[in-house]
């Protein structure tokens, strides 16, 4: 299984402001997934973040609102910009490692977004 | 999209077989089913993994039905740290991935 890691793991925000979190994976993956998971909710994919070209984003999402960057195939970052309070979540990272002839997501522990 | 259906909530108390079910009636032919495990402030956690028949690892057993428009994870004798929200996950592999996350079951352990 793939060891995943995010930072911050925690952080409140002023509206208005932009959040940058970073995650970190331990071992090289081509897939890798923003999810975000509001209060009480499942989880909802963002966009999938493949290295080497653009992020596909889920409807209800759009680039300018969340940008993702995926420099390398160990690591990606998921920018929350002009935050309200609605974007108030966690957010998680996952990617997929294959178990046998299947693929498995794992996940970060996450980061709990609190805006103000 | 496989759109999931599960229970909102379940109780059970320690040293039950507890059965959580969960509904995919559009799965497709390329989708596996996966059950994760989320405590609070966590990230989920995986479980199993299966396509069809029965899967059987070291804390969980997935039965898939010869349809394939359910599935059910059955976790043998839990205790009071089982207590989480569990999801069932359809998903196709390969580089058109399709994720959907059902909405999750709060299973309650009782003492």
């Known amino acids: 299984s793939a060891v995943i890691s995010q930072k911050p793991s925690r952080d409140i925000c002023q509206r208005g402001t932009s959040l940058t979190i970073q995650c970190q994976v331990d071992s090289q993956v081509t897939m890798m997934f923003w999810y975000r998971q509001q209060p009480g909710q499942s989880l909802t994919l963002i966009a999938t973040?493949?290295?080497?070209?653009?992020?596909?984003?889920e409807s209800g999402f759009v680039i300018d609102k969340f940008p993702i960057s995926r420099p390398n195939l160990t690591f990606s970052t998921l920018t929350v910009s002009n935050m309200s309070p609605e974007d108030s979540s966690i957010y998680l990272c996952s990617v997929d490692s294959a178990a046998g002839h299947q693929e498995t997501q794992y996940f970060g522990p996450g980061t709990r977004l609190l805006v103000l | 999209l496989a759109k999931t259906t599960q229970p909102i909530s379940m109780d059970s108390y320690e040293g039950q077989e507890v059965n959580i079910t969960c509904s995919h009636n559009n799965i497709a032919t390329n989708d596996y089913i996966t059950w994760y495990q989320q405590f609070p402030s966590q990230g989920p956690r995986f479980i199993i993994q299966g396509y069809k028949t029965k899967v059987t690892n070291e804390v969980a057993s997935l039965f898939i039905p010869a349809d394939r428009k359910s599935s059910t994870l059955s976790l043998p004798r839990v205790s009071l740290s089982d207590t989480a929200v569990y999801y069932c996950?359809?998903?196709?592999?390969?580089?058109?991935?399709?994720?959907?996350f059902g909405s999750g079951t709060q299973l309650t352990v009782l003492p």
């Open positions: 973040a493949n290295q080497g070209s653009e992020a596909t984003y």
């Open positions: 996950l359809v998903a196709n592999s390969g580089s058109a991935r399709q994720l959907t």
